[in-house]
Protein backbone atom coordinates (compact mmCIF):
# COMPACT_ATOMS: atom_id res chain seq x y z
CA UNK A 1 0.00 0.00 0.00
CA UNK A 2 1.56 3.21 -0.84
CA UNK A 3 0.32 7.00 -0.41
CA UNK A 4 1.17 10.35 -1.58
CA UNK A 5 2.29 13.30 0.09
CA UNK A 6 2.99 16.21 -1.74
CA UNK A 7 5.11 15.17 -4.56
CA UNK A 8 6.88 11.98 -2.87
CA UNK A 9 5.15 8.27 -2.56
CA UNK A 10 5.35 6.71 0.84
CA UNK A 11 4.92 3.00 1.26
CA UNK A 12 3.93 0.75 4.90
CA UNK A 13 6.69 0.32 6.81
CA UNK A 14 4.75 -0.83 10.24
CA UNK A 15 0.96 -1.09 10.78
CA UNK A 16 -0.66 0.02 13.48
CA UNK A 17 -1.40 -3.07 14.85
CA UNK A 18 2.58 -4.17 15.29
CA UNK A 19 3.21 -0.29 17.14
CA UNK A 20 0.15 -1.26 19.36
CA UNK A 21 1.95 -4.60 20.52
CA UNK A 22 5.30 -3.07 21.02
CA UNK A 23 3.90 -0.24 22.95
CA UNK A 24 2.14 -3.03 25.20
CA UNK A 25 5.41 -4.58 25.59
CA UNK A 26 7.13 -1.41 26.63
CA UNK A 27 4.65 -0.58 29.24
CA UNK A 28 4.40 -3.79 30.78
CA UNK A 29 8.62 -3.13 31.14
CA UNK A 30 7.81 0.11 32.62
CA UNK A 31 4.80 -1.06 35.25
CA UNK A 32 7.90 -3.63 36.31
CA UNK A 33 10.71 -1.08 36.53
CA UNK A 34 8.61 2.05 37.99
CA UNK A 35 6.53 -0.11 40.33
CA UNK A 36 6.12 2.66 43.10
CA UNK A 37 8.43 5.19 41.88
CA UNK A 38 6.21 7.68 40.67
CA UNK A 39 7.82 8.57 36.99
CA UNK A 40 7.27 11.90 35.28
CA UNK A 41 7.17 11.20 31.90
CA UNK A 42 8.68 14.21 29.38
CA UNK A 43 6.98 14.27 26.03
CA UNK A 44 9.04 15.90 23.31
CA UNK A 45 6.26 17.54 21.10
CA UNK A 46 5.17 17.48 18.06
CA UNK A 47 6.16 14.11 16.87
CA UNK A 48 5.58 12.10 20.15
CA UNK A 49 1.79 12.79 20.69
CA UNK A 50 0.43 9.91 19.57
CA UNK A 51 3.68 7.54 21.24
CA UNK A 52 2.29 8.99 24.47
CA UNK A 53 -1.15 9.32 24.23
CA UNK A 54 -0.94 5.10 23.32
CA UNK A 55 1.77 4.30 25.63
CA UNK A 56 0.48 6.14 28.77
CA UNK A 57 -2.70 4.04 28.16
CA UNK A 58 -0.73 1.00 29.42
CA UNK A 59 0.86 3.02 32.51
CA UNK A 60 -0.49 1.02 35.63
CA UNK A 61 1.38 2.54 38.11
CA UNK A 62 1.37 6.31 39.34
CA UNK A 63 2.97 8.65 37.22
CA UNK A 64 2.74 11.90 35.42
CA UNK A 65 3.57 13.30 32.03
CA UNK A 66 4.47 16.61 31.12
CA UNK A 67 4.82 18.10 27.55
CA UNK A 68 7.55 20.41 26.47
CA UNK A 69 9.55 20.98 23.06
CA UNK A 70 12.75 22.26 22.67
CA UNK A 71 13.15 25.45 21.41
CA UNK A 72 16.08 27.55 20.56
CA UNK A 73 17.31 30.98 20.65
CA UNK A 74 19.97 33.21 19.73
CA UNK A 75 22.18 34.15 22.75
CA UNK A 76 24.39 37.45 23.60
CA UNK A 77 26.80 36.17 20.99
CA UNK A 78 25.13 35.50 17.51
CA UNK A 79 27.11 32.25 16.98
CA UNK A 80 25.56 31.03 20.14
CA UNK A 81 22.62 28.99 20.20
CA UNK A 82 20.83 28.79 23.48
CA UNK A 83 18.75 25.89 23.89
CA UNK A 84 15.72 25.55 26.03
CA UNK A 85 12.71 23.07 26.56
CA UNK A 86 9.46 25.41 26.98
CA UNK A 87 6.38 23.84 28.61
CA UNK A 88 8.01 22.28 31.52
CA UNK A 89 5.86 22.80 33.99
CA UNK A 90 7.03 21.08 37.43
CA UNK A 91 9.87 20.80 39.52
CA UNK A 92 12.12 17.62 37.85
CA UNK A 93 14.55 17.93 41.03
CA UNK A 94 15.10 14.08 42.73
CA UNK A 95 12.29 12.76 40.25
CA UNK A 96 12.70 9.59 37.96
CA UNK A 97 12.37 11.01 33.87
CA UNK A 98 11.41 9.31 31.33
CA UNK A 99 11.60 11.33 28.39
CA UNK A 100 9.16 9.85 25.21
CA UNK A 101 10.71 10.38 21.75
CA UNK A 102 8.98 9.36 18.39
CA UNK A 103 12.72 8.97 16.82
CA UNK A 104 16.23 9.38 17.14
CA UNK A 105 18.23 9.49 14.18
CA UNK A 106 21.70 10.89 14.77
CA UNK A 107 20.85 11.82 18.76
CA UNK A 108 21.61 15.54 18.65
CA UNK A 109 18.39 16.26 19.59
CA UNK A 110 18.26 13.85 22.51
CA UNK A 111 21.40 14.88 23.55
CA UNK A 112 20.40 18.22 24.15
CA UNK A 113 16.63 17.25 25.65
CA UNK A 114 18.91 14.99 27.80
CA UNK A 115 21.16 17.73 28.79
CA UNK A 116 18.33 20.08 29.59
CA UNK A 117 16.70 17.80 31.94
CA UNK A 118 19.41 16.64 34.19
CA UNK A 119 20.10 20.50 34.41
CA UNK A 120 16.88 20.10 36.73
CA UNK A 121 18.66 17.58 38.61
CA UNK A 122 16.42 14.80 38.66
CA UNK A 123 17.08 11.56 40.77
CA UNK A 124 17.62 9.48 36.70
CA UNK A 125 16.93 9.51 33.52
CA UNK A 126 15.95 7.15 30.98
CA UNK A 127 14.46 7.57 27.65
CA UNK A 128 11.96 5.64 25.73
CA UNK A 129 11.97 5.92 22.00
CA UNK A 130 9.08 4.66 19.85
CA UNK A 131 11.86 4.53 16.42
CA UNK A 132 15.67 4.70 16.35
CA UNK A 133 17.98 4.22 13.64
CA UNK A 134 20.75 2.75 14.84
CA UNK A 135 22.84 3.37 11.42
CA UNK A 136 22.23 7.19 11.42
CA UNK A 137 23.34 7.50 15.99
CA UNK A 138 26.30 9.46 16.63
CA UNK A 139 26.46 9.46 19.99
CA UNK A 140 26.76 6.68 22.96
CA UNK A 141 23.53 6.80 25.15
CA UNK A 142 23.33 5.13 28.41
CA UNK A 143 20.02 6.36 28.94
CA UNK A 144 18.09 4.53 25.95
CA UNK A 145 16.23 1.74 27.97
CA UNK A 146 12.80 1.06 25.77
CA UNK A 147 13.15 1.97 21.80
CA UNK A 148 9.69 0.26 19.93
CA UNK A 149 11.14 -0.23 16.55
CA UNK A 150 14.79 -0.35 15.25
CA UNK A 151 14.51 0.56 11.26
CA UNK A 152 16.99 1.61 8.70
CA UNK A 153 18.14 5.11 7.71
CA UNK A 154 15.44 5.88 5.52
CA UNK A 155 13.07 9.34 5.79
CA UNK A 156 9.52 8.11 7.49
CA UNK A 157 6.36 9.69 8.26
CA UNK A 158 3.01 9.05 9.76
CA UNK A 159 1.85 7.92 13.91
CA UNK A 160 2.33 11.77 14.82
CA UNK A 161 5.82 11.92 12.46
CA UNK A 162 5.45 14.81 9.54
CA UNK A 163 6.72 15.52 6.44
CA UNK A 164 6.50 19.15 5.61
CA UNK A 165 3.54 19.34 8.55
CA UNK A 166 1.49 16.50 6.61
CA UNK A 167 1.23 13.03 7.65
CA UNK A 168 1.14 12.93 11.84
CA UNK A 169 -2.38 11.77 11.38
CA UNK A 170 -1.65 9.28 9.73
CA UNK A 171 -2.37 5.57 12.25
CA UNK A 172 0.45 3.70 10.44
CA UNK A 173 4.16 4.04 9.65
CA UNK A 174 5.52 5.09 6.43
CA UNK A 175 8.59 5.09 4.32
CA UNK A 176 9.63 6.85 1.51
CA UNK A 177 10.04 5.16 -1.85
CA UNK A 178 10.30 7.70 -4.28
CA UNK A 179 9.63 11.39 -5.90
CA UNK A 180 6.99 11.70 -8.01
CA UNK A 181 8.35 13.00 -11.24
P1 LIG B 1 18.19 13.70 15.37
O1 LIG B 1 18.49 14.94 16.15
O2 LIG B 1 18.21 12.45 16.21
O3 LIG B 1 19.06 13.57 14.14
O4 LIG B 1 16.74 13.83 14.76
C1 LIG B 1 15.69 13.96 15.61
C2 LIG B 1 14.53 14.71 14.98
O5 LIG B 1 14.59 14.75 13.55
C3 LIG B 1 13.27 14.00 15.34
O6 LIG B 1 12.75 14.44 16.56
C4 LIG B 1 12.40 14.31 14.15
O7 LIG B 1 11.77 15.54 14.37
C5 LIG B 1 13.35 14.44 13.00
N1 LIG B 1 13.45 13.17 12.25
C6 LIG B 1 14.49 12.32 12.19
N2 LIG B 1 14.24 11.29 11.37
C7 LIG B 1 12.99 11.49 10.89
C8 LIG B 1 12.14 10.74 9.98
O8 LIG B 1 12.48 9.68 9.44
N3 LIG B 1 10.91 11.26 9.75
C9 LIG B 1 10.47 12.42 10.33
N4 LIG B 1 9.24 12.83 10.03
N5 LIG B 1 11.24 13.15 11.17
C10 LIG B 1 12.48 12.67 11.46
MG1 LIG C 1 11.19 14.20 18.19
Partial sequence: ??????KKEFELLLEYDQIEK????????????YEKRLPVFISV??????????????IEIGCEI???????????RQSEQIKNLIGLNMSLQDREVIILEDI???GNTLKQVIE????????????CTLLLKPAALQHDFDEIAYVGFEIENEFVVGYGLDYNGLGRNLK?????KREIP
Fill in 1 to 6: MTIQID
Fill in 22 to 33: NIRLIGIQINVA
Fill in 45 to 58: LNGSFMFAADLLKE
Fill in 66 to 76: SFVKLASYQGE
Fill in 104 to 106: VES
Fill in 116 to 127: LVKKEKPASVAV
Fill in 172 to 176: DIYRL
